[in-house]
């Protein structure tokens, strides 16, 4: 008889992790992570669920690692994470970044940086970013609004990012 480690392949462990890390993940992301054994994590999920080592949101279709996180959700981590799921493939690790950086993930033999910017909070963002070097990151900026770019002055932009209500992400460079 298989263990339940053994049919799911170690992937609760990394289940756990992504949640706890980010706090709050839609559905459907997390999904996206593991699609090559999407009913096998559906059945996980619902385990987890049960046993109460995470909180599923119905209503916002949200995975949370906590009630806290349930109650007040980091929706622009939500959104960061779908630019990372863009680089799925070429993804080798990732993790939650310190403020203002909201992501952090390696591909290849590249290093990005995932920073969300809401209206009105670009010269906060500028000033902090002063002080951040970049140490060869490439830096995606998730902006709510295109014309926001022209108020950036962060170093070693590589995109700036608008990312729609069903996760599509488009990718601009400044003129």
């Known amino acids: 008889m298989k263990t339940r480690n053994e049919i799911y392949q170690g992937e609760g462990a990394k289940l756990l992790r992504f949640i706890t890390t980010y706090h709050t993940l839609r559905y459907d992301q997390v999904l996206q992570l593991f699609s090559r054994h999407e009913q096998s994590i559906k059945s996980l999920i619902t ?20 009630q806290q996180s349930a109650e007040n959700p980091d929706y622009a ?15 080798v ?10 992501l952090n993930f390696f591909s290849q033999d590249e290093q990005y940086e ?5 209206e009105e909070q670009e ?23 295109e ?25 601009y460079m400044r003129k």
């Not at 981590?77 to 993804?91: A, E, P, R, S």
């Not at 995932?114 to 809401?118: F, K």
């Open 77 to 91: 981590i939500i959104t960061c994470f779908w630019v990372l799921l863009d680089f799925k493939k070429g993804v």
């Open 47 to 66: 385990s987890l669920i049960k046993q109460g080592r995470i909180i599923y949101d119905k209503e916002h279709d949200l995975l949370c690692d906590s």
């Open 147 to 171: 014309s926001q770019a022209a108020k950036i002055t962060i170093d070693d932009v590589a995109a700036y990012c608008l990312v729609n209500e069903s996760g599509a992400v488009s990718y």
């Open 123 to 145: 010269a906060l963002i500028n000033h902090v970013m002063e002080s951040i070097p970049s140490h060869g990151s490439k830096r995606l900026i998730v902006l709510e609004s």
């Open 93 to 102: 690790y990732h993790t939650s970044g310190e403020f203002p950086i909201k």
């Open 114 to 118: 995932i920073i969300y910017i809401g």
